[in-house]
């Protein structure tokens, strides 16, 4: 069962991500990619090899569904290859933690998440924009889309955090 | 195979991130047209840029091949040319032929090509290749486009040499155009095309830029040749000849076609003289 678990959690992240949130453009500008709330609290345990695969596999069946084959894969192996210098930081390295609101503390999961998403949109942005050079629409994308991400993540964080309470 | 096993296990992360990127990479480059083109151009104009470099050095290696290429190429064209130049030299001839009957009938002329000459001795000569086959005797007057060139010494069966009018011993009977003084024009050496004009009388008029022509008074040359322009007219106070420079008109540095005086009536012209003075000689004689 422990193991399934991010098996599931793939699984699910995925179809809502491809099903539900892949039709949501806020305002016209907005996406959440909520995918990423799966990649960004794997267990800090996980061989950095196996994460950066799974980053990759994940992008890449997300790209399938968005059309932009390269794209997501490309921006999830880059977070997913910052990830452990990042975390070495934000957290204490002799305790095993686990990288969620809860363990981590508002601070260190703020900036954790704000460096990542933001990197991760720009990425996918940037390559989308191409030749068209729209600066300012692919800015006010970034922009918009790294908030609501942010958003949208913060508040599944809160419902586990006060499940776990429950729990 | 050990340290590359080690080192392939010290950075295996970079390395799956490297390739992790280099594929999704690929993939956005094949599937996104922009990033396609972009991807591509530049590298055709990288691999066109190297290509064009190593073309380039391997020409130098081919290099000896296109000069024997060229070679026979050149070989093949010269001779074509030989062809041609033939052909022209009979066009020129016939033409030459034409032209002539309209003037008088007495002269034909056979074009030759200068093979040798000098300008710079005392006595200067020119080789034609045309010879008695083609149809030249000692004696005949050659001239050029520009002017008067000289008489044939000797005819060989394919060649002839010329005595050139740059030679002391050549003068040659002139006229003034303008008004019919004649004179005897003699070379002078060391003055490559400098002449005088001999014999005229101080008391005709003859002035500066005056054409001198050829008389017509032998056989050799017909009338209205150019030969050169009077330069300088000196008159000396007790001599009753002029003194007369002239500057030849015949461009002997750079002859190349000359053209060969056949005067098909010399011979009867000669006769008719010689049988004069036998005549007038004989008289003498028997009175």
Same mark, same amino acid.
């Given at each position: 069962?422990?193991?399934? !678990?991010?098996?599931? *959690?793939?699984?699910?992240? /995925? ?77 204490? &390295? ?61 508040? %599944? =964080?809160?419902?586990?955090?006060? =499940?776990?309470?429950?729990? | ?11 295996? #992360?970079?390395? %799956? ?18 990033? *396609?083109?972009?991807?591509?151009? !530049? ?14 050095? /391997?020409?130098?290696? *081919? ?29 020129? @001839?016939? *033409? ?18 200068? %093979?040798? =000459? #000098? ?67 003699? /070379? ?5 095309? &400098? ?18 022509? #050829? ?14 322009? %009077? ?8 001599? !009753? ?12 540095? =750079? ?15 000669? @006769? ?10 004989? &008289?003498? &004689?028997? @009175?």
């Amino acid at each position: 069962m422990n193991n399934a !678990t991010p098996i599931l *959690n793939f699984l699910i992240y /995925w179809s809502i991500q491809v099903l539900i949130l892949r039709k949501i453009q806020l305002f016209e500008v907005a996406t959440c990619f909520l995918y990423l709330n799966f990649l960004l609290t794997l267990s800090k345990d996980l061989d950095r090899t196996v994460l950066l695969i799974i980053a990759f596999l994940l992008g890449f069946s997300v790209d399938i569904f968005y059309g932009t084959l390269g794209i997501h894969s490309a921006a999830c192996v880059s977070i997913a290859f910052l990830r452990p210098f990042l975390l070495s930081f934000l957290t204490p &390295k002799d305790k095993e933690t686990d990288i969620s609101l809860r363990e981590m503390g508002f601070n260190a999961f703020f900036t954790y998440l704000l460096i990542t998403i933001t990197l991760h949109h720009t990425l996918v942005f940037a390559i989308d924009m191409g030749d068209n050079l729209l600066i300012t629409q692919t800015l006010t994308h970034i922009i918009s889309s790294v908030l609501f991400t942010f958003v949208v993540i913060f508040i %599944v =964080q809160f419902l586990f955090l006060s =499940q776990r309470k429950n729990i | 195979m050990q340290s590359l096993l080690f080192f392939i296990q010290q950075y295996r #992360t970079f390395i %799956v991130f490297i390739l992790l990127e280099i594929m999704s990479l690929s993939m956005i480059v094949f599937n996104h047209r922009y990033y *396609n083109a972009l991807f591509f151009d !530049t590298l055709q104009r990288y691999t066109l840029n190297i290509s064009a470099q190593t073309d380039n050095v /391997w020409e130098y290696f *081919n290099l000896k091949n296109i000069n024997q290429d060229l070679i026979e190429e050149n070989a093949r064209l010269n001779l074509m040319l030989t062809a041609k130049q033939k052909q022209i030299d009979k066009l020129i @001839e016939k *033409n030459l032929k034409a032209k002539d009957t309209l003037v008088s009938q007495n002269y034909e002329l056979v074009v030759a090509k200068v %093979v040798r =000459q #000098t300008t710079h001795k005392n006595k200067n000569y020119v080789t034609i290749n045309k010879g008695s086959i083609h149809g030249l005797e000692v004696g005949m007057g050659v001239i050029s486009a520009s002017g008067l060139v000289g008489r044939v010494v000797l005819v060989s069966s394919h060649y002839a040499t010329v005595i050139s009018l740059l030679h002391i011993d050549m003068s040659v009977s002139a006229s003034i155009r303008r008004n019919g003084v004649v004179g005897s024009l003699q /070379w002078y050496p060391n003055s490559t095309l &400098k002449a005088k004009l001999l014999h005229v009388p101080s008391h005709l008029s003859i002035s500066v830029g005056d054409t001198v022509q #050829t008389s017509g008074y032998n056989a050799v040359f017909p009338p209205d040749i150019p030969i050169g322009i %009077v330069e300088k007219v000196g008159q000396k106070y007790d001599e !009753t000849f002029y003194d007369v420079d002239i500057k030849l008109s015949t461009h002997f540095h =750079q002859l190349s076609y000359v053209y060969v005086i056949k005067n098909l009536l010399q011979k009867e012209q000669e @006769e008719l003289e010689k049988q004069t003075t036998e005549k007038i000689e004989g &008289k003498k &004689k028997n @009175e």
